[in-house]
């Protein structure tokens, strides 16, 4: 015993580095870990309010960019709204049209080098923002909610490889999947496409508004390539993203007040047949 | 130079790397994705010999859960900056770096006591290992060596330089205060 202590003690350095490493090593491979540390994150209220320090101080020479793409914004609105007055569509339930709402927040940190980013926005479960809603620019889908505090939360980017949008072709109407590679933040690919359909470049892609988050018709991107090799079961569809990820500034929160209902009715469908 | 000044020394620099690294966290570089993880300086410049190096190890495991925090990365930073420390003590066992009088070791490396070339050695070998294993505990299983190489490398260039003339900035700083 006094031996095996010695022992011990004589390669403490060592064991020390080695325990050290095998947890850091759990921590960032066991994902019990990352529910854990839920508030390990950059929606830290301290951590969230070091980078809304630096990035108010970096804020300045883009207020003229800023104000010109709210210039822009207002006039696509506005146009839209004269539209709708034109031909009002009678057939839409009141309930539906006020299903989504959109809550304004400002981007404070935004990483494109890793293969998991994350952003950070300026407001949290004060301003009525939960983990889940999607979060959206006037150029297309921006991503998720992971996590919230009081006054910040951390998005899930759509420049992360864990996430799936479920998008559709324009012109076709065929649905698929987004997903982005890891490598080129420009691109992503459009995973899914059977290969007996038409696809050219040059086609648009949108949210599909099929998995709540997002409503239908959110630009995601364009199609830039499209291959099919002889054996392969789906098309090999590269997207150029419209967002651009590397500027981003002022995003949208959807909240979709009907996605409680939408998900409780297919969980008890999915129940009722497994 | 007193033991409570050592601290004081230390101290900002702490400061100074931290926040360095939060701000270039924030300004986007975006020239093959690439970044730098400066804060590694503090690391590489503490006291190496006859210092408790279980301190140390802790030390730079809770410094790295912290950035952890800022880059959303949970246990990544953790795991590469113990690994540096460990691999940095048993490097500069190789590279000793000398003091003044030529007869004893300094108490911690700097570009003063090491020279120009054996300081960038040490540098650029550490940063190095730090930024590969960053970037691939980050893409694990995602991307091939070769796809990432530019970000890797132009990532250790930019740390090397930004440590440098860190190093030469805090000797103009010490001489000037007759702090060395």
Redesign the interface.
């Known amino acids: 015993m006094k031996k095996l202590f010695r022992f011990l003690y004589e390669y ?2 060592l064991f ?2 080695l325990v ?2 095998s ?7 066991n994902q019990n ?2 529910t854990r ?1 839920k508030h ?3 929606s ?1 209220l301290l ?1 969230g309010s ?2 809304e320090f ?2 108010n101080m ?1 804020q300045y020479p883009h207020l003229k960019e800023v104000y010109r793409q709210i210039l822009n914004e207002n006039a696509y609105l506005k146009e839209q709204i004269l539209q709708n007055r034109m031909q009002p569509d009678k057939n839409l339930d009141k309930l539906i049209e006020n299903q989504f709402k959109f809550i304004p927040a400002q981007v404070i ?8 980013n ?1 952003l950070t926005l300026n407001k949290g479960a004060a301003s009525g923002i939960i983990p889940g809603m999607g979060v959206i620019t006037e150029s297309g889908i921006v991503g998720s909610v992971k996590s919230v505090s009081e006054h910040f939360s ?1 998005v899930i980017s759509l420049l992360h ?1 864990d996430v799936l949008v479920s998008a559709k072709l324009i012109p076709s109407n065929v649905m698929g999947t987004i997903r982005w ?3 080129n ?1 420009l691109q992503a690919q459009l995973l899914y496409i059977p290969r007996h359909l038409k696809v050219e470049v040059g086609d648009k892609v949108v949210t599909s508004g099929y998995d709540a988050i997002f409503y239908t018709g959110i630009p995601i991107g364009i199609v830039s390539h499209v291959e099919l090799s002889k054996e392969s079961l789906f098309y090999n569809i590269l997207v150029d993203i419209s967002t651009d990820f ?1 500027t981003l500034q002022h995003v949208y929160v959807l909240v979709n007040s009907l996605k409680p209902e939408k998900e409780s009715l297919e969980c008890v469908t999915k129940s009722y047949y497994e | 130079m007193s033991k409570k000044n050592i601290w004081l020394v230390y101290f900002t620099n702490f400061i100074a790397y931290i926040s360095l690294q939060v701000i270039i966290g924030q300004a986007s570089i975006h020239f093959y994705r690439s970044t730098c993880f400066v804060y590694i300086g503090f690391f590489l410049c503490l006291p190496w010999y006859k210092t408790n190096l279980i301190l140390q190890l802790l030390l730079g495991f809770f410094v790295g859960l912290i950035i952890d925090a800022f880059y959303d990365s949970l246990g990544i930073h953790a795991f590469a900056i113990v690994l540096l420390i460990y691999l940095r003590n048993l490097l500069l066992h190789l590279l000793p770096p000398i003091a003044v009088n030529d007869y004893e070791y300094a108490a911690r490396p700097s570009l003063y006591s090491m020279g120009f070339k054996k300081f960038s050695i040490y540098v650029l070998f550490l940063t190095a290992m730090y930024h590969t294993t960053v970037f691939f505990l980050d893409a694990w299983g995602f991307m091939s060596f070769f796809t990432m190489l530019p970000q890797v490398f132009i990532s250790i260039i930019l740390s090397y330089f930004i440590i440098c003339s860190f190093q030469i900035l805090s000797a103009i700083v010490s001489n000037t205060s007759s702090i060395r």
Request: hydrophobic share 35%.
């Open positions: 403490r350095n020390t580095f050290l490493e947890f850091g090593l759990s921590l960032v491979f870990f990352h540390f390990f994150n950059s830290n951590i070091v980078y630096f990035s970096g940190n935004n990483s494109i080098i890793h293969t998991k994350y951390t490889t590679s890891g490598c933040p590397s």
